[in-house]
């Protein structure tokens, strides 16, 4: 099977995935929880978390300093634009906290009034979690686009993202006109799969709407997709599953006990070279 981007075509006739949950999420003012790693989290993971941001760009003026080990945050922006105009639709914020880092204020407001996006928390693999903590930013023209979608994270249609991350491991951001069909042909071994809308609707094993978030049944079906009247933006992400339990510490995802004591004690030693 090929995505392409035929529109007003019918859905083909082909074994998919089913829905696992639905959810909205829990709103705290501009932002929305949608999962986290004591819910959702536990099923989906290495996607142990997703906010939705929708908000003034203003937000950003707090420094909201805090730390984090053991995960990788993803951040896209589905409007807007955040930073000076640096970070905008199809860029894309790598930050690997791995054996520990506090971060917050790296954006300050653009000119743009509103941005709204995803901030994403993926456990990393127990090879990584002590790792060097890293950076990576990447504009939108460096994003290879396959089809409809911006290959964030990962391998996909032959298409390679340039963000440092590992291997099993898919992040797409789409946009569909009006009536638009796209399938996702799932990658052998991601089983574990996801969505959450932006804008607009789709439907595939039911109808989404913007704010759901849904969580497919383990398996690499492919996934069908036609957006509605008013089109859809959407994130996708797909991967193999984590083998560990997750040890979670406030802002800390680790694969034991001990591999978190050590984020933490890292993370206390190195406060004082940010704060």
Same mark, same amino acid.
């Given at each position: 099977?090929?995505?392409?981007?035929?529109?007003?075509?019918?859905?083909?006739?082909?074994?998919?995935?089913?829905?696992?949950?639905?959810? !909205?999420?829990?709103?705290?003012?501009?932002?929305?929880? #949608?999962?986290?790693?004591?819910?959702? $989290? +536990?099923?989906?993971?290495?996607?142990?978390?997703?906010?939705?941001?929708?908000?003034?760009?203003?937000?950003?003026?707090?420094?909201? =300093?805090?730390? %984090?080990?053991?995960?990788?945050? @993803?951040?896209?922006?589905?409007?807007?634009?955040?930073?000076?105009? !640096? /970070?905008?639709?199809?860029?894309? &914020?790598?930050?690997?906290?791995?054996?520990?880092?506090?971060?917050?204020?790296?954006?300050?407001?653009?000119?743009?009034?509103?941005?709204?996006?995803? +901030?994403?928390?993926?456990? /990393?693999? +127990?090879? =990584? &979690?002590?790792?060097?903590?890293?950076? +990576?930013?990447? &504009?939108?023209?460096?994003?290879?686009?396959?089809?409809?979608?911006?290959?964030?994270?990962?391998?996909?249609?032959?298409?390679?993202?340039?963000?440092?991350?590992?291997?099993? /491991?898919?992040? /797409? #951001?789409?946009?569909?006109?009006? $009536? &638009?069909?796209?399938?996702?042909?799932?990658?052998?071994?991601?089983?574990?799969?996801?969505?959450?809308?932006?804008?607009?609707?789709?439907?595939?094993?039911?109808?989404?709407?913007? $704010?759901?978030?849904?969580?497919?049944?383990?398996?690499?079906?492919?996934?069908? =997709? !036609?957006?509605?009247? *008013?089109?859809?933006?959407?994130?996708?992400?797909?991967?193999?599953?984590?083998?560990? *339990?997750?040890?979670?510490?406030?802002?800390? @995802? %680790?694969?034991?006990?001990?591999?978190?004591?050590?984020?933490?004690?890292?993370?206390?030693?190195?406060? %004082?070279?940010?704060?």
């Amino acid at each position: 099977m090929s995505s392409n981007r035929s529109t007003a075509r019918p859905l083909p006739a082909l074994a998919e995935r089913k829905i696992h949950s639905q959810t !909205r999420g829990s709103q705290r003012g501009p932002i929305t929880r #949608l999962m986290s790693p004591s819910d959702l $989290g +536990q099923y989906l993971k290495p996607f142990v978390f997703l906010d939705m941001v929708d908000a003034p760009s203003s937000i950003t003026q707090s420094d909201n =300093l805090h730390p %984090h080990s053991g995960i990788a945050t @993803v951040t896209v922006l589905t409007e807007g634009k955040w930073g000076t105009g !640096r /970070l905008d639709y199809g860029g894309v &914020e790598w930050m690997r906290a791995g054996s520990g880092i506090w971060h917050g204020g790296e954006y300050r407001p653009d000119s743009a009034p509103h941005f709204k996006g995803f +901030q994403l928390w993926v456990a /990393l693999p +127990q090879a =990584l &979690e002590a790792s060097a903590p890293e950076w +990576q930013f990447v &504009e939108a023209h460096g994003i290879p686009e396959v089809g409809p979608a911006r290959l964030i994270v990962g391998t996909y249609q032959g298409k390679t993202s340039p963000v440092r991350a590992f291997d099993g /491991l898919n992040y /797409l #951001l789409v946009t569909l006109a009006p $009536g &638009e069909t796209w399938i996702y042909d799932t990658p052998i071994g991601h089983d574990v799969g996801w969505l959450s809308l932006s804008h607009g609707n789709l439907s595939s094993d039911g109808r989404f709407d913007a $704010g759901d978030m849904i969580a497919f049944d383990r398996g690499d079906a492919a996934i069908p =997709l !036609r957006a509605g009247p *008013d089109g859809a933006t959407f994130v996708l992400g797909s991967a193999v599953p984590h083998p560990h *339990d997750l040890v979670l510490g406030h802002y800390s @995802v %680790h694969t034991s006990e001990a591999a978190l004591k050590a984020g933490e004690a890292r993370i206390a030693e190195v406060q %004082h070279l940010y704060t």
